[in-house]
């Protein structure tokens, strides 16, 4: 199968009218060359109860959505399909409460736990790394926006953030939470995400020293202590940064609590890195992919050991 999605809502509802078609192409995005029984590689089998693959010649009974974020669902693949087409084809995403709302789901945890479980689709191991010319900045995001310029913590989270620059244009972007602006920290995500041989654009923090001896070429812009002088510095990471604070305080109105913050990244990356995408079905096409070789999230590993964490109703605490 080509890369084939439908390219907008009337399309959409016409190709996943029902469980049985959502399966089959579970089934060719997971299996692009046919599905093979795990016990005997026998390619004949017959489907039961919509996800149930029965082997023709040994009985063998596996599942569509065994071993994927959808393993143990309850609910109608057309379902599950439909949110994965709200979530790729609003432009910002969504919160819980938003998706809750238009799938008419019956619980705001499950809303919540599905948001979650896409999340965990979004990026894919394994992804190329930057290349080229890098600017790389540390932010803080969360807590109060106070502008505040330094490496405190406080209650906020702190994050980096590496973005290609192509002339003048952003290109991809990398982001990922860090306990601290530490040469162990920075340069660990620099090794992951950037592909050696760039040239990495930075601040000149300390944190930063000894990349050259990694095999990146280092460019320094001295910041002085007005914020706007890193805008002006580091410009291409400073409005992917806006960007971003923008959508935390309008998507999710702020409410992202530092034990998910990591899952936000992801989303905000994969939309970024796609926002240049003709078709919204694309990005839905992509977050199906992603899904099938995901491996399933049960929901008490979706929420980690922390008291303000747990999936509430949106009343200030924990995530929307
Ligand atoms: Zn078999």
Redesign the pocket.
């Known amino acids: 199968m080509m890369e084939d999605y439908p390219r907008n809502l009337a399309e959409f509802e016409r190709f996943f009218a029902t469980d049985e078609v959502c399966r089959d192409y579970l089934m060719h995005l997971r299996w692009p060359i046919g599905f093979r029984?795990?016990?005997?590689?026998?390619g004949k089998?017959w489907p039961q109860r919509v996800i149930l693959l029965h082997?023709?010649?040994?009985?063998?009974q596996s599942s569509v959505i065994a071993g994927t974020i959808f393993q143990d669902t309850h609910a109608p693949l057309t379902l599950w399909f439909r949110a994965m087409w709200y979530i790729t084809s609003q432009k910002n995403g969504t919160s819980a409460l938003g998706l809750q709302r238009i799938l008419g789901l019956g619980s705001y945890r499950t809303a919540w736990a599905w948001l979650h479980k896409l999340r965990r689709a979004m990026i894919r191991p394994g992804r190329d790394r930057l290349r080229g010319r890098v600017e790389v900045d540390e932010t803080f995001v969360g807590g109060e926006e106070d502008g505040v310029r330094g490496r405190r913590r406080g209650d906020k989270s702190l994050i980096v953030v590496a973005v290609e620059v192509e002339g003048r244009r952003v290109g991809r972007i990398r982001l990922r939470s860090i306990p601290d602006a530490s040469a162990a920290s920075l340069h660990s995500f620099i090794g992951d995400s950037i592909e050696p041989g760039s040239t990495v654009h930075t601040d000149g923090w300390q944190g930063y020293k000894g990349l050259e001896q990694k095999g990146y070429t280092c460019e320094t812009s001295v910041i002085g202590k007005q914020p706007k002088d890193a805008v002006k510095l580091l410009p291409h990471v400073h409005l992917v940064v806006a960007l971003l604070k923008r959508w935390l305080l309008g998507t999710h109105q702020g409410a992202v609590s530092r034990a998910y913050l990591a899952y936000y990244l992801d989303e905000f990356t994969f939309r970024f890195n796609r926002r240049k995408s003709k078709s919204r079905g694309k990005l839905f096409y992509r977050l199906v992919e992603q899904a099938v070789t995901t491996p399933p999230v049960p929901f008490d590993q979706l929420v980690p050991v922390e008291k303000s964490a747990s999936p509430a109703k949106p009343q200030g605490i924990g995530d929307t």
């Open positions: 029984c795990p016990r005997c590689g026998g089998f082997c023709a010649a040994c009985d063998y």
